[in-house]
């Protein structure tokens, strides 16, 4: 298994600090609004990640932080007549409903900012008494960013090029341009705690670096999180983290890349902003998901209503070629008929591509590419009846129908229950289109009973009708599939 340390740019092996063991801390949100796209991708990336580390045989211990207290959670509250924690809680259950309904797993352990006050506060001091923070007479603590001479090799920028960027605002009481808060003094009406440096709150880098060590000690083996972390969270955290301690904080660094929207950075002002929820409105979550998972994570995601549509469309190819072999192996008697020796051949090369995919650095787009090809496959067996009536094909059938639920279960994906999800892609297709699918049923039902008493002419009546209602019809050897056109 290999990886691409964004600390090294390098692709790496993987090799775990203890054998058999993977400590794994991924940055989760700041509850301050519904999650968007990108909240989605660095969600379902990292869940394939842990669901593929455990079938490949390591025992993960999986973080995953909220952070509930920040000036847009603060914001956000005072525009919404709210508490901090009040807005915090309402976000913090839509992205639990949001996770759930694109079926990422919850992490081993979720903590919360505001539950871990004590533990940052002891990081900070610890800065303090080595030297590398220092506290202002009004309050604030910052950390002195040229105390770590390895800062910015993680986001690859030059300390002095950061400096000319960077301004020392009116209030802050810095050394340096560079430093960063760790400790906020408590302002009017704003969340507040008790500190050796006056009431306050943290700042945000602190957070993950106290509760990554908490739980997990260090290293990490993985740190995870979107492109835009790189700078300047993840490049202070391991600032702060590593001066504190004197170890290394992270040995892989892994980071998913942008989503944008019509080629465009996707932003509220931009009038291009879509959340998770906007998209299920109209999609199911699985034609969501898969669609994320088909480029691969470090490369950008172009979002548009048009490829998620493409997307939709390559899943149901996979699934309905899940159920008509599943069909042909509950329906079929088996002859002694041979397959032609390279269509068994391509499968088993196939078939055993998809694993060395996501091997290598978690490439989810390369192993669907197999999956594909497999189906390819399928179908050209499933489409000759000589073919399909073989015994080495119902071989074959089985092991594709074994491969679909192995990875799909890596995947998150339901190909395991194709039925299910073709009933349900058809009826959100159908509302798409204001088609009710019990209709569309019923007159399926009626041309099989003509084309059964062989008035073919009422069949082709009733095919008509249904394409003149935007249905397309195709008959297989498994029974009819329709689909909205």
Same mark, same amino acid.
């Given at each position: 298994?290999?990886?691409?340390?964004?600390?090294?740019g390098q692709?790496?092996?993987f090799v775990?600090?203890?054998?058999?063991?993977v400590?794994?801390?991924?940055?989760?949100?700041?509850?301050?609004?519904?999650?968007?796209?990108?909240?989605?991708?660095?969600?379902?990336?990292?869940d394939?990640?842990?669901?593929f580390l @455990?079938?490949?045989?390591y025992?993960?211990?999986?973080?995953?932080?909220?952070t509930?207290?920040? =000036?847009?959670?603060? #914001?956000?509250?005072?525009?919404? #007549?709210?508490s901090?924690?009040?807005?915090? &809680?309402?976000?913090i259950?839509?992205?639990y409903? =949001?996770?759930?309904?694109?079926g990422? /797993?919850?992490?081993?352990?979720?903590?919360?900012?505001?539950?871990?006050?004590?533990?940052?506060?002891?990081?900070?001091?610890k800065?303090?008494d080595?030297?590398?923070?220092?506290?202002?007479?009004?309050?604030?603590v910052?950390f @002195?960013?040229?105390?770590? !001479?390895? %800062?910015?090799?993680?986001?690859?920028?030059?300390?002095?090029?950061?400096k000319?960027?960077?301004r020392?605002?009116?209030?802050?009481?810095?050394?340096d341009?560079?430093?960063?808060?760790?400790?906020?003094?408590?302002?009017?009406d704003?969340?507040?705690?008790?500190?050796?440096?006056?009431d306050?709150r943290?700042?945000?880098?602190?957070?993950?670096?106290?509760?990554?060590?908490?739980?997990?000690?260090?290293?990490?083996?993985?740190h +995870?999180?979107?492109q835009?972390?790189?700078?300047?969270?993840?490049? #202070?955290?391991?600032?702060?983290?590593?001066?504190?301690?004197?170890?290394?904080?992270?040995? %892989?660094w /892994?980071?998913?890349?942008?989503?944008r929207?019509?080629?465009?950075?996707?932003a509220?002002s931009?009038g291009?902003?879509?959340?998770?929820?906007?998209?299920?409105?109209?999609?199911?979550?699985?034609?969501?998901?898969?669609?994320?998972?088909?480029k691969? %994570?470090?490369?950008?995601?172009d979002?548009?209503?048009?490829?998620? *549509?493409?997307?939709?469309?390559?899943?149901k190819?996979?699934? &309905?070629?899940?159920?008509q072999t599943?069909?042909?192996?509950?329906?079929?008697?088996?002859?002694a008929?041979?397959?032609p020796e390279?269509?068994?051949?391509?499968?088993?090369?196939?078939?055993g591509?998809w694993?060395?995919?996501?091997?290598?650095?978690?490439?989810t787009a390369a192993?669907?590419?197999?999956?594909?090809?497999?189906?390819?496959?399928?179908?050209?067996i499933?489409?000759?009846k000589?073919?399909?009536k073989?015994?080495?094909a +119902? &071989?074959?059938?089985?092991?594709? /129908?074994?491969? /679909?639920?192995?990875l799909g279960r890596i995947?998150?994906?339901?190909?395991?229950?194709?039925?299910?999800?073709?009933s349900?892609?058809?009826?959100?297709?159908?509302?798409?289109?204001?088609? =009710?699918?019990?209709?569309?049923?019923k007159?399926?039902?009626?041309?099989?009973?003509?084309?059964? =008493?062989?008035?073919?002419?009422?069949?082709?009546?009733?095919?008509?009708?249904?394409v *003149?209602?935007?249905?397309?019809?195709?008959?297989t !050897?498994?029974?009819p599939?329709? &689909?909205?056109?």
């Amino acid at each position: 298994m290999k990886f691409q340390n964004t600390l090294t740019g390098q692709k790496e092996p993987f090799v775990p600090h203890q054998e058999g063991k993977v400590k794994l801390y991924v940055c989760g949100i700041t509850a301050y609004d519904y999650c968007h796209l990108g909240h989605a991708r660095a969600a379902v990336v990292f869940d394939v990640l842990v669901r593929f580390l @455990r079938f490949s045989g390591y025992e993960v211990l999986f973080i995953r932080n909220f952070t509930d207290v920040d =000036d847009k959670i603060i #914001n956000r509250g005072k525009e919404s #007549n709210l508490s901090s924690q009040e807005v915090a &809680e309402r976000f913090i259950a839509a992205y639990y409903e =949001d996770m759930e309904r694109l079926g990422v /797993l919850p992490a081993d352990v979720e903590p919360r900012a505001t539950e871990h006050i004590q533990v940052m506060q002891d990081l900070i001091q610890k800065l303090i008494d080595t030297g590398h923070a220092y506290a202002t007479p009004a309050g604030d603590v910052y950390f @002195r960013v040229r105390s770590f !001479p390895d %800062y910015g090799r993680l986001s690859g920028r030059n300390i002095e090029e950061l400096k000319s960027g960077v301004r020392i605002e009116p209030g802050e009481d810095k050394e340096d341009p560079l430093d960063f808060a760790l400790w906020k003094k408590a302002g009017p009406d704003v969340p507040s705690w008790p500190s050796p440096w006056g009431d306050g709150r943290p700042g945000w880098h602190i957070e993950c670096s106290a509760m990554s060590e908490k739980y997990l000690g260090l290293p990490l083996d993985i740190h +995870g999180g979107g492109q835009d972390l790189a700078f300047p969270h993840h490049e #202070n955290e391991r600032a702060q983290s590593e001066a504190a301690s004197g170890k290394t904080f992270v040995r %892989y660094w /892994l980071h998913n890349g942008f989503v944008r929207v019509n080629q465009e950075k996707m932003a509220k002002s931009l009038g291009n902003f879509i959340t998770i929820r906007d998209i299920m409105q109209e999609y199911l979550p699985e034609v969501l998901r898969f669609f994320l998972l088909g480029k691969h %994570y470090r490369s950008p995601l172009d979002f548009t209503w048009e490829r998620l *549509q493409e997307s939709e469309r390559g899943f149901k190819r996979l699934l &309905e070629t899940a159920w008509q072999t599943g069909q042909a192996l509950e329906n079929q008697k088996w002859s002694a008929t041979d397959l032609p020796e390279e269509i068994d051949r391509e499968f088993r090369t196939a078939a055993g591509l998809w694993r060395e995919s996501l091997e290598d650095d978690l490439n989810t787009a390369a192993a669907l590419g197999h999956l594909f090809s497999m189906n390819r496959l399928i179908n050209r067996i499933l489409d000759q009846k000589k073919w399909r009536k073989s015994q080495q094909a +119902g &071989e074959i059938f089985s092991a594709f /129908l074994d491969e /679909l639920e192995t990875l799909g279960r890596i995947l998150g994906l339901p190909f395991a229950d194709p039925e299910r999800v073709l009933s349900s892609l058809r009826k959100s297709r159908a509302d798409r289109k204001n088609i =009710d699918p019990a209709e569309v049923e019923k007159l399926i039902a009626k041309r099989q009973k003509a084309r059964q =008493d062989k008035n073919f002419e009422q069949a082709d009546l009733i095919r008509n009708r249904l394409v *003149q209602m935007g249905v397309a019809l195709r008959d297989t !050897p498994s029974g009819p599939v329709w &689909e909205v056109e």
